[in-house]
């Protein structure tokens, strides 16, 4: 993995998460299946593998880039703009 220039632009430190869960789920009465977590804002979204893909749309919203996985035991980072694993 080479780190692309959209990690670079990231706060340090990672920004404190926005609560636990996906809020939009929560409010749709859905259930995401993983969480991800925005590495500009904190924000926490379900991956596109759950049925609103809300992490997805909050870099669509924002243009925040790069987000982390937020499951316990993965550290993974995607980068959206360069649609890849950094």
Same mark, same amino acid.
């Given at each position: 993995?080479?780190?692309?220039?959209?990690? &670079?632009?990231?706060?340090?430190?990672?920004?404190?998460? !926005?609560?636990?869960?996906? !809020?939009?789920?929560? +409010? +749709?009465?859905?259930? #995401?299946?993983?969480?991800?977590?925005?590495?500009?804002? %904190?924000?926490? %979204?379900?991956? =596109?593998?759950? #049925?609103?893909?809300? &992490? @997805?749309?909050?870099?669509?919203? @924002? %243009?925040? &880039?790069?987000?982390?996985?937020?499951?316990? %035991?993965?550290?993974?980072?995607?980068?959206?703009? =360069?649609?890849?694993?950094?």
């Amino acid at each position: 993995m080479s780190e692309c220039p959209h990690v &670079a632009e990231l706060p340090r430190p990672e920004p404190t998460p !926005r609560g636990d869960t996906c !809020r939009e789920c929560l +409010a +749709a009465g859905s259930h #995401p299946v993983q969480l991800r977590i925005c590495l500009v804002c %904190g924000e926490i %979204g379900c991956c =596109d593998s759950s #049925p609103y893909q809300h &992490a @997805t749309q909050h870099f669509k919203d @924002t %243009g925040h &880039a790069v987000m982390r996985s937020f499951e316990p %035991g993965e550290s993974w980072q995607w980068c959206f703009v =360069d649609g890849s694993i950094v």
